[in-house]
């Protein structure tokens, strides 16, 4: 049933003619009256869909119904509109030279050879242009065959097999690039990126993708080649190279002869990553304000740009910025589209909210127009799917809950937390990449254990702070999900809490 949820929504959504599937004069077909269920949110499963359709079980009467309301669905999808404003120039002249060659196939497989050839010699100049190798070489085999020996024609029967052959040779490179791309990309997804294993991958593939060689200007092979390099130089952290091959991407997508905006936007966030990395924050808040105006608003992509904004500012340490940007992404109603993203911007506002009641950020009366005092409990509600993560990304809850509880100076439930954050350590932070959150938890968990007192959590934080601010905070996979605050300068912000409050007699 989800393949036809998602189909009848792709029909539905991009407006296509549907007219076949509505109900007209005489008996109405269970795949229409199918169709209509789905469309109205009336069916999501295969009982709901038996009992809709015929009242009773019919796997039968279902399966058939099912069948037909599919192949009438892929029939719809033939007919997208193709001038889709949503769509970049790429996107349509990839979407028009597919469905032309499959149209050309099929015309071809019924005897109608005169029309099918016309248009793949049309559709070839398309594929050809937006670099579609895979593409060129199926149509090319299909000409180079056609002119050898069924529309004699010399001439034509070498253009194809030039074009044939030398498709072939880029496709190899292409092919021999995108498995070290899935190989890495593998890897990451199995929590792997800081492994040994992973960083010897990276680099091997790295100097296989230098030593091709040869003249090509493929697209996918350079996608693959500037993407490689890039994370290269981010595990490096060599910030001054990844900014390097981003221009160089940009420049070299730039010059195509069709729209590589989505695709220079990757390394454009390279750029602003690298220049906050090397302290040029001034440089990175104006390659953010360029790139957000040509982001579809209420997109992903949109929401994890806005997000650069908010890094930023924290590690800028422009605390006073953060409300507005918190303020205008948590009450935009499109957010809650995107639960993940969702949950990632309530915990960043919990964290700007233990800022301003540290004193660090001064609300204008502008801003306190929309500010609203912080409730711990509402908060824990709203990240149910951080809260429940058992492989460290949820410590950025933890350890906002410990924050809250010592500004507001409920030491007892801070005291409380100090079990469940041991525990926490010992089970889930003993890999490397979780070194900086062990440190800082230990950090907190003394905190207690020096009655709150700062000289005293000074001396037995000492070694800690030290291992913390020599093993570098890096923009990476659990990091960023993890330091809301980099620890360093949350420990600092913690301590200036404890003074002051020992200064009113308050620890």
Avoid at 114 to 123: A, D, G, H, N, W
Avoid at 268 to 286: S, V, W
Avoid at 464 to 477: A, D, P, Q, S, Y
Wanted: charged share 25%; aromatic share 14%.
């Amino acid at each position: 049933m989800d393949e036809l949820l998602h189909l009848a929504g792709f029909v539905d959504r991009n407006k296509l003619d549907d007219s076949v599937l509505k109900n007209k004069s005489g008996r109405d077909s269970s795949y229409k009256k199918l169709y209509r269920g789905i469309i109205s949110g009336k069916v999501k499963s295969d009982k709901q869909a038996e009992n809709y359709l015929f009242n009773s079980k019919n796997y039968n009467g279902l399966w058939r119904a099912k069948s037909q309301l599919r192949e009438k669905l892929l029939e719809l999808v033939m007919s997208v509109n193709l001038n889709n404003t949503n769509f970049s120039s790429l996107k349509k002249h990839h979407l028009l030279a597919w469905k032309h060659f499959t149209v050309a196939e099929f015309l071809s497989k019924n005897g109608f050879r005169q029309v099918s050839i016309p248009l793949l010699v049309e559709t070839i100049k398309i594929a050809h242009k937006i670099d579609n190798t895979e593409l060129v070489i199926l149509i090319s085999s299909k000409l180079y065959r056609h002119y050898a020996f069924i529309e004699l024609s010399n001439s034509k029967y070498k253009k194809y097999e030039k074009i044939l052959f030398e498709s072939l040779e880029i496709f190899k490179y292409e092919m021999e690039a995108n498995k070290y791309y899935v190989e890495l990309s593998h890897l990451d997804a199995q929590g792997l990126s800081n492994n040994k294993l992973f960083l010897e991958k990276l680099n091997d593939c790295c100097d296989a993708l230098n030593k091709v060689k040869k003249e090509i200007k493929s697209f996918k092979f350079y996608y693959v080649k500037f993407s490689i390099h890039s994370t290269k130089y981010f595990y490096e952290k060599n910030y001054h190279k990844l900014l390097k091959n981003a221009n160089n991407a940009i420049y070299f997508f730039s010059k195509k002869p069709y729209s590589t905006y989505l695709v220079e936007i990757s390394f454009m966030t390279d750029k602003i990553y690298g220049n906050i990395m090397l302290k040029q924050h001034h440089n990175a808040e104006a390659l953010i304000n360029s790139l957000i105006p040509n982001i579809a608003k209420y997109t992903f992509a949109y929401y994890k740009a806005q997000y650069f904004h908010f890094f930023n500012y924290i590690t800028w340490e422009k605390y006073d910025k953060l409300f507005p940007v918190i303020n205008k992404i948590i009450h935009d109603s499109k957010l809650k589209l995107f639960n993940l993203q969702y949950e990632n911007w309530k915990i960043r506002e919990a964290y700007v909210h233990f800022l301003i009641e540290a004193g660090k950020i001064k609300l204008t009366e502008k801003d306190m127009e929309h500010y609203k005092s912080f409730k711990l409990a509402k908060f824990l509600n709203d990240v149910p799917m951080f809260s429940k993560d058992k492989r460290g990304k949820n410590i950025s809850i933890l350890v906002v809950q410990m924050l809250f509880f010592i500004v507001r100076g409920k030491y007892d439930e801070a005291i409380d937390r100090i079990d469940s954050l041991k525990q926490y350590t010992y089970r889930y932070l003993r890999n490397d990449d979780t070194f900086r959150s062990n440190c800082f938890i230990k950090m907190l968990i003394n905190i207690p254990q020096a009655n709150f007192h700062p000289v005293g959590i000074n001396l037995r934080s000492k070694d800690l702070e030290k291992k913390l601010r020599n093993h570098e905070f890096i923009f990476h996979g659990i990091n960023k999900e993890v330091e809301v605050i980099p620890f360093h300068d949350l420990w600092s912000i913690i301590i200036d809490v404890l003074d002051h409050k020992k200064s009113l007699g308050q620890a």
